[in-house]
């Protein structure tokens, strides 16, 4: 749910002259709090062994990584287009826990795989000689967030084996705020930039809805298994696709409508 509203408000602050690259840097500090709130349940006992922060950063520069390569993906494509396209990275976290963690599936989640390619073709589709065409960028972006997602996704579920759900997200909190000065340094001040309610404090006030289910993602990975929970966590661009076209009064193409209706079926049967 939390992903779900923050993937249909995320272009609001863009929109009202905020530049995606620094919305990463606030989406960076609003993990803090979330961070914060964790280590206060453990009694800020973190796990600093070699393997712990190796993996903790995997987890967390695979996330951060996807989510700076998200807002600048947001720069050449839409929300309602990009999200159902990336939320189906559990494609990925599913045969990566079948092959290498041995958990079981089954015919129905083949399905669901299939018919995640279909709606990617589908998602993927542009008009030739279409005059709002914005070229592949955004898709060839969308798809390395959809590789980094999904090997997080992974990571993260085994690494809950060994380490506190709180270890994790610590490390995620950090690997974000080590990666903000990329996104400083991506960012092009030569445009005007609202530094007013709408921009940077209108930011925090969505991006946290992203670390509140960052949050809740590590926790529900702490009891459940991958195979199930990473998929479940696919429903939210349902939500996104419904309040984006509500919000922002569009009506997609045949070929995007499409997709857009495949992707939900795929990623509510890999949910099932």
Same mark, same amino acid.
């Given at each position: *749910? ?33 961070? %914060?709130?964790? *280590? ?14 190796? %993996? ?10 996807? &989510? %700076? ?5 947001? %720069? &050449? ?37 299939? !018919? ?35 090997? &997080?996704?992974?990571? +993260? ?17 950090? !690997? ?10 991506? !960012? ?44 479940? !966590? ?16 569009? *009506?997609?193409?045949? +070929? ?17």
């Amino acid at each position: *749910m939390f992903w779900g509203v923050w993937g249909a408000l995320i272009e609001v602050p863009q929109k009202a002259g905020f530049p995606p690259t620094l919305g990463y840097i606030v989406w960076a500090f609003t993990m803090i709090p979330c961070a %914060l709130v964790a *280590m206060y349940l453990i009694d800020w006992k973190i796990e600093t062994d070699k393997r712990s922060v190796f %993996l903790g950063s995997a987890i967390g520069l695979l996330g951060a990584g996807g &989510q %700076l390569l998200l807002f600048e993906a947001l %720069l &050449q494509g839409t929300a309602y287009i990009i999200f159902p396209f990336i939320s189906l990275y559990p494609i990925l976290t599913i045969l990566l826990s079948v092959v290498i963690l041995k958990e079981k599936t089954n015919l129905l989640k083949w399905i669901g795989i299939g !018919t995640a390619l279909v709606a990617i073709y589908f998602l993927s589709y542009q008009e030739p000689g279409s005059s709002d065409s914005r070229g592949y960028l955004w898709l060839v972006l969308s798809l390395f967030v959809f590789v980094a997602w999904g090997l &997080q996704a992974y990571v +993260m579920k085994f690494s809950n084996e060994t380490m506190k759900a709180e270890s994790i997200f610590f490390y995620m909190a950090v !690997t974000a705020l080590v990666l903000s000065p990329f996104a400083w340094w991506m !960012t092009d001040f030569s445009q005007p930039i609202n530094w007013g309610f709408k921009g940077p404090y209108l930011a925090a006030l969505v991006h946290v809805l992203n670390s509140v289910g960052a949050l809740m993602l590590v926790y529900a990975l702490r009891y459940g298994k991958a195979i199930i929970v990473v998929p479940l !966590t696919g429903l939210a661009p349902v939500i996104t696709i419904v309040l984006s076209l509500i919000l922002y009064s569009v *009506m997609p193409g045949s +070929m995007l409508m499409i997709g857009l209706v495949f992707a939900v079926v795929a990623i509510a049967i890999l949910s099932f």
